[in-house]
């Protein structure tokens, strides 16, 4: 089963997801994907993983990391499905990043691996992306490089965890403007779902809505002012975003 977070004549529904891609609101209505606005479906702490597939660590001319390397990502930093994000005015490389999302379930403590799985309330998707111009090393993404508002797309909903049976063998593909930029596979993880909800839960206890955005495979390319960018992780979902200036972005903020 899917399940999003959605804004609807004003008002916010959480609502389940079917044939279509139709939402089921609260009153049994059903409406069609167009005629909502689509929010993130989680909306606790990201934890995001740095160079965790071995090929883009090679892509970037970087030694595969022997533990994660992890940093946070704010709720600010989050929008949804068939929003819009911003590029800065005059920086030279801004890339996508699709990544596997992990949503956390249920209160996790010194959790073990063979048990991690099961504190997970399902998957979703992001699109992680980064402002190469800031970027001082890989192993340490400042906030200018990740923490932008309304530079993570995420969504467009969650799956059940029990309808993704396998995590480390889903593929993942990027398209810019329809043309297919980007393909790998969460087989390519070096860090896979399991260790890191046992990695994390070992210092620090993960809590209902945060997410393990779990790192992109080799394949970026630069994005500009009107490109659509869509990131998929198969049997999870399809994730579209579409990039404006900074200029345009903040007038429309100003506007509304």
Not at 23 to 31: F, S
Not at 80 to 101: F, I, K, S
Not at 102 to 113: C, D, H, L, M, T
Request: charged share 25%; aromatic share 10%.
């Amino acid at each position: 089963m899917k399940h999003a977070r959605i804004r609807y004549q004003g008002e916010i529904h959480t609502v389940t997801v079917e044939g279509d891609n139709a939402v089921r609101l609260p009153n049994a209505q059903v409406i069609s994907e167009h005629d909502v606005e689509w929010l993130p479906p989680a909306e606790g702490t990201m934890f995001a993983l740095g160079l965790n597939y071995a090929d883009h660590a090679a892509e970037l001319a970087f030694k595969a990391p022997t533990e994660p390397l992890a940093f946070v990502k704010s709720k600010g930093t989050y929008t949804g499905h068939n929003q819009t994000t911003w590029r800065p005015d005059n920086v030279a490389y801004m890339h996508y990043e699709c990544e596997l999302v992990a949503v956390i379930g249920k209160q996790a403590r010194n959790v073990k691996r063979e048990d991690a799985l099961s504190y997970l309330a399902g998957y979703t998707v992001c699109n992680d992306y980064a402002i190469r111009d800031y970027l001082e090393n890989y192993y340490r993404p400042n906030l200018r490089v990740k923490n932008r508002d309304a530079t993570t797309p995420v969504g467009p909903w969650i799956v059940d965890a029990a309808d993704v049976p396998d995590p480390s063998n889903l593929k993942l593909r990027t398209w810019i403007n329809g043309e297919l930029k980007q393909e790998g596979s969460t087989s390519g993880m070096i860090f896979d779902i399991p260790y890191l909800i046992e990695y994390f839960s070992s210092f620090m206890t993960l809590q209902p809505g945060d997410m393990i955005a779990t790192g992109t495979p080799e394949g970026l390319a630069d994005v500009v002012p009107g490109d659509e960018v869509v990131v998929e992780v198969e049997g999870v979902g399809r994730l579209v975003n579409r990039i404006v200036s900074e200029t345009e972005f903040f007038a429309n903020c100003a506007r509304a």
